[in-house]
């Protein structure tokens, strides 16, 4: 029974995370940057893809920016469901921990992809037309996925070591500003940047996931895309294993 366990879960966190005043955050937020920026910066001389518009630029990386809002659920609802006593009243019923776990990771993957299609969706009324084509757009929701597991992954390690609102919403904001302006969603990797910026840029696995999609997105493969998926991957895996074991060490209850 515990893929049964683990749908009624991912329905219950959808359910809750459906609200106009989460959505309003998880999804028009990076719509709004996407019209808003996407036509204001238009004038901007930032092209990528052989002459293609900023806006078409944005798109690909603003997806990959759906990765880290699909990771804040999973964080969020951890940490309501400690303080609120929720997580105590579901594991008293059929759902266990572990059930409990992958139904908050699979949420945050659910987000990212259903948030990302939304982004593409959009792009497409603005631009008419997309040059990504089906093996691309399958690379690039591997990626969203990957890249989901990763900051729900941060976002629930966060969550499972602080016992502060105030302290997780603070980092929450920290971390979404970081990792949005310090990476390529935006605009891409420049010498010119100051050092520490360059730096930042460098070891932000948003960085990576907005460069895998955007090359998935122009058909614009190279070595260096190829090696960012792949440390993407290990990282993912390395934190999604610290906050495994920091879930499991966490008390069910903040009373």
């Known amino acids: 029974m515990e893929a049964p366990n683990i749908t009624r879960l991912i329905y219950r966190n959808i359910k809750v995370n459906t609200d106009p005043g989460t959505l309003t955050i998880l999804i028009g937020l990076p719509a709004m940057y996407l019209v808003f920026f996407g036509f204001g910066f238009a004038s901007l001389e930032s092209r990528s893809g052989g002459g293609a518009s900023y806006l078409s630029f944005l798109t690909p990386g603003l997806m990959a920016f759906q990765a880290v809002m699909a990771g804040t659920v999973g964080g969020g609802m951890l940490w309501a469901d400690r303080r609120w006593g929720m997580l105590a009243q579901l594991l008293v019923g059929p759902f266990t921990r572990l059930q409990y776990l992958l139904g908050i990771m699979l949420t945050s993957v659910t987000f990212g992809l259903a948030g990302s299609l939304v982004m593409l969706g959009i792009a497409y009324v603005l631009l008419g037309a997309l040059p990504v084509t089906l093996i691309g757009l399958g690379a690039m929701l591997a990626i969203i996925t990957v890249g ?9 390690l966060i969550a499972a070591k602080v016992k502060s609102n105030t302290t997780y919403n603070s980092i929450q904001i920290l971390v979404l500003f970081l990792v949005n302006f310090a990476s390529t969603v935006f605009y891409p990797y420049s010498s010119g940047l100051p050092a520490a910026i360059r730096v930042l840029f460098a070891v932000n696995p948003l960085t ?5 999609a955007r090359a998935a997105y122009f058909g614009t493969y190279t070595v260096t895309v190829g090696y960012e998926a792949l440390v993407l991957c290990v990282e993912a895996v390395i934190v ?11 008390d069910v209850s903040m009373d």
């Open 148 to 156: 989901s597991l990763f900051f729900g992954s941060l976002m629930l």
């Open 208 to 212: 990576y996931i907005a460069d895998v």
């Open 240 to 250: 999604l294993f610290l906050a495994v074991r920091a879930y499991l060490r966490s």
